[in-house]
Every structure is written in structure tokens, then in C-alpha cells.
């Protein structure tokens, strides 16, 4: 399985890693909204994103949640 992070804290995304890095799942970490939107929106595949809602980005979280529902319905 291919879990895409989207996460703002790079000490906590580790972990985030470490743990769901567990068995067999393949683990990447964007750090902040707009890269995670601009891969997904570039045709990368992913099977599970796990975001953070408290993006400090110049979007926040569940705009980059909104954002993410319109490029991947």
C-alpha cells in the first residue's frame, strides 16, 4: 500500500512514517498542502493520504482536504 503524508511538522512526520511504515507500505512525506496537491494533481498514485488539518501553508488544511476531493472525486 502507498500512503502519501501530507504533514507540517518534519519531527512529527517521521514518526507518522516510522509507525504506518510498519509491514509491507511503501511511506512519502510532503511537508506542507501544496506539494501534496501539486503531486496528486500531477497524476501521482497513491493509495491512502493521511494530512495533517493544521497546515501552516498559505493554505490551511482542509482547504488543501478540499483541494485534494477535487482532483482525486
Not at 494533481?41 to 497546515?55: A, K, N, P, Q, R
Request: charged letters at 25%.
Amino acid at each position: 500500500m502507498r500512503i502519501l503524508v501530507g504533514w507540517d511538522n518534519p519531527e512529527q512526520a517521521d514518526l507518522i512514517s516510522m509507525y504506518l511504515g510498519i509491514g509491507e507500505h511503501e511511506i512519502e512525506v510532503v511537508l506542507g498542502g501544496e506539494g501534496l496537491t501539486s503531486r496528486l494533481g500531477g497524476g501521482e498514485e497513491c493509495d491512502v493520504v493521511f494530512l495533517s488539518i493544521t497546515l501552516p501553508d498559505v493554505e490551511t488544511g482542509f482547504d488543501t482536504f478540499q483541494e485534494l476531493k477535487r482532483l482525486r472525486p
